[in-house]
């Protein structure tokens, strides 16, 4: 007795492929907008400061960096102006380090609206990310006016490697959604990765060249550029402003590579498990 | 005649059970390691059977709904209504089976979902629309029927946590009113909010599925609301269907079969686990004192003796109320505990319901935890079950005694002296 018309939807217990779903995350865009922007203006609701914490938190880290490891543990910056060397590597590890920490508790912190209602899972980290980028482009924009004042007295100039900042961008962003949807569903059922994971984040700004410059790494320990996809990124971006001298490119397309392998894996598990992961939270 | 719009077929819901801990990691790899490299052992058992570590929350569940019908579920608590909402409107995976549909669905099963306290409730309401999947456009072109029904036009700009809680209800309820969706489903959210605003709700949807055809799956403890509202319905025990078809006969052949007796119940002694992460019940029980025999009447008092687990942390209010409805019906009364700060740990209480109170009838009680005055931490719906029996002293009167309760002040006539 099955009738003629069509089913216009199904949900089967054995889904045969995977979809993204990238129409479904479309029709949601309204909803990545309201997501993003609760998060930012929610943050700042009921404080004195309101949005300018934007500003002034990345000045208190830089300023907090410069004192610690240009005055007391003298850290050498081949030359670049301790405050630009300093700010610049908070900027970009801040974004990143924020990014991933967002998209990890995904499942976890939003536990309440997803057991109630149905909508691709994947606005969640979007919405994050882009709340964290709007962030990320005014201390980026204060960064630029501070760098031109440099600029102009000739303390520093620009190199060829600036044109690629958005793609170096861009790979911290993908990097970091990639790690933190595969550390989100795992975080939903193992309350362990949470102490793990920051534990994990503080080690990976040390073994990465944030507050120091990577010329400083021994010979011996060069694999590292190899193994930490972020290390490229981290020093194209630097060198994008201050050349200091010529950075291996195949470290940068290598560190692409494993960027770009680690989100398609994530994005695969993520959608697998966006919906099943709510059965073990 | 009408299409069907949804078909669920053969939808079974398998949940493992017991606490997550230093070992489930073991667990998790070893059966992994069976169902994917080893490959002798199928992730899920397929016989639907009760066992100690898993539990069939729906087994086999077939229904057709056709458009325009508004279907009821009922069933008694971990009867799998929940869990049939949830898997329908693709909260969680059937473990088996399909779901086919077509239309946009829109799951309403609380209300207010995704409300920021920081938020002003315009913000808000724009937030929550979107959640249940409206469009700013939608919801801009309906926004002044939707604050106009809410009624709190005046604190539209307020952070939605200086609201009271009947305020709340009204706003988030508001936009799911005006929801622009074929398929709702609607779990229990008419229990909130004040009983003038519930009628209010009711009789939108009854607009909503007569007027504009929208089919709806409704799940309520309130059966009176649930025969008005719906023309089919589906019953459902244990996670089996067990009855389906007119609402008005589905409703009647439950409370005839369901009419059951609940003065006690233990929870430290079974494996099922009642409560949150904020509240364990340990016990609850309704001791009649009888004075004769051993029948509840009108005129013996009730004593409620709860006990619970106290897992709050912090140092808010805590208060409990109790209430007690007619079966499948209203609200009779609610009576509360003065909110006090309490210590973790277990806490037990009472409360006495008078003789001569309560008219005959078929009752049960739910309890339900309040953290400062207004968030429900808990609520544990049927908790006891009861019947009343009529109590005749004087043989000479007749009828039934209508009312919701029936007091011990008589009136009082006298001649009067010429």
Redesign the interface.
Known sequence: MD?E?????????NKKKIQFGLKELWQ?R??IQ??AR?EL??GY??TIMGLSWLVIQPILTTLFYLLVFSRIVKVSTDGVPPLLFYMSGSLLWGFFSECLTSTMFTFKHNA????????PRLVVPISMIGTHAFRFSIQFILFLLIYTYYWISGAVHPSIYILWLPIVILGTVTLAMGLGMIVSIYLA??NDLEPFMNFFLRLLMFVTPVVYPASLIPQSYKFLFWANPLIPLMEYFKAGFFFTKPVNMSYLFISFFITSLIFLCGLIYFKKKE??V???I | MS??IL?VENVSKY??LGV?GSSS?KK?LQSWWRTNISKNQIAIPIEKKESKDHIWALKDINFEINEGDCLGIVGKNGSGKSTLL??V???????????????KIT?L??VG??F?P??SGR?NL??NG????M??KEITSKLDEIIDFSGVERFLDT?VKRYSSGMYVRLAFSVAAHLNTDILIVDEVLAVGDSEFQKKCIGKMQDVTQKSGKTILFVSHNLLALENLCNKAICLSKGNLVDAGDAKSVISNYLNKEKVEILEQNFQLTDTYVGNEFIAMHSISLKPQYNDFNIIDTSIPLLINFSFLNKMLGSDNLSVHVLLYYYGGDCVFETRSIPTVYANGKINGTCLIPGNFLNDGHYYISISFIRNSSKVLYEYTEALVFDVADYREDKSSFGKWIGAVRPNFPVHLEEALM
Do not use: C, N
């Not at chain 1, 018309?5 to 217990?13: C, D, P």
């Not at chain 1, 309440?112 to 909508?119: A, L, R």
């Not at chain 2, 979107?130 to 999947?133: A, K, N, P, R, V």
């Open positions: 009738q018309f069509k089913w216009e939807w199904e949900l089967s217990a949601y309204g909803l309201s997501f609760k203006i929610a609701q009921q309440h609206i997803f057991s109630k209602v149905y909508f059922r193992y919906l099943s709510m059965d073990t | 299409e069907i078909r949940y493992k997550l990691l998790d949830k898997t409107s693709r909260i969680v995976p059937p473990t088996t089976g399909s779901i086919k549909g077509r239309g799951s099963l609380e979902t995704g920021h920081e938020l913000e724009y937030l979107q959640i249940l999947g469009s700013k952070p």
